[in-house]
């Protein structure tokens, strides 16, 4: 089961959002990872941005009681209409627990994708199986939207932020998902990197030899090296991709030897 364990702790537009140093917003504490998806169910129906999610009755209660409205281009669908304040109420209703698994992850993502667009959401039955037959749509509105990235940042923000890379196999395994069908996720995984770094590069300068930032970039290629081999090079890409981005929010004034050496050979 995908875990996840509460600690302390998109975009108006989604190309701002994800370019600066990113700070959780949600009022709440952000989550973090233990662990991969293993059961029958998650395999199944929790694959990011295809348009549906899966929820637990009281979540499912959550995004659908809400008053629906027809839709005009089609009749027979009758799509909920959730805002921002809606939103923060699912969220504090996922995190009661302490833990998220992979089918609230999956909720979350497809919630927060920039772009209206209506999801296909299953309830879980008392089997914890989807009943198929609650399928309901659900748009999914700016508020929403907005709200709900900003605790992925935060949850994958808490990752790059645990003691001695602890949190650097969730990050390397979610970088190693397929670009095309995860860019959007791959990107807020980069933006939490990039605020992880941003804090260390102000705290570093020539005086000090760089060494918040140049330890930090150390710290974790080391750590790439203790993944399976197979996920080396995109642990190595991730860890280069959000420290070019930390260089380029500074107007390339972090020096190139401090992390170019990361960069993947063409």
């Given at each position: 089961m995908f875990r996840l364990t509460l600690t302390s702790g998109a975009a108006i537009a989604a190309s701002f959002f994800l370019c600066q140093p990113l700070i959780a917003q949600t009022g709440g504490t952000p989550a973090t990872v233990e662990g991969l998806p293993?059961?029958?169910w998650e395999a199944a129906y929790a694959r990011p941005l295809d348009d549906a999610a899966v929820a637990s009755p009281e979540i499912f209660r959550l995004l659908t009681e809400w008053a629906p409205v027809k839709?005009?281009?089609?009749?027979?669908l009758y799509r909920k209409y959730v805002g921002e304040d809606e939103a923060k109420l699912v969220i504090r209703h996922l995190r009661r627990d302490g833990k998220l698994d992979a089918g609230e992850i999956d909720l979350l993502e497809e919630f927060a994708f920039p772009k209206d667009r209506v999801i296909q959401l299953t309830r879980l039955g008392a089997d914890g199986k989807p009943d198929k037959a609650s399928k309901t749509a659900v748009t999914t509105p700016p508020g929403m939207m907005q709200s709900f990235a900003r605790e992925l940042v935060a949850m994958w923000q808490s990752e790059w932020e645990k003691p001695d890379a602890a949190g650097w196999p969730t990050l390397a395994g979610i970088y190693a998902r397929d670009p095309k069908k995860a860019e959007?996720?791959?990107k807020r995984v980069r933006a939490a990197g990039q605020a992880m770094l941003t804090a260390k590069w102000q705290s570093s300068n020539a005086g000090n030899r760089w060494v918040p930032f140049r330890d930090t970039i150390r710290?974790?290629?080391?750590?790439?090296?203790k993944l399976p081999q197979p996920q080396w090079p995109r642990g190595k890409q991730l860890l280069y991709d959000a420290a070019a981005d930390t260089d380029r929010h500074y107007g390339d004034a972090i020096q190139d030897f401090l992390y170019n050496w990361l960069k993947p050979a063409p």
């Open positions: 293993a059961t029958e839709d005009p281009k089609n009749p027979g959007l996720l791959h710290l974790y290629s080391d750590a790439t090296l």
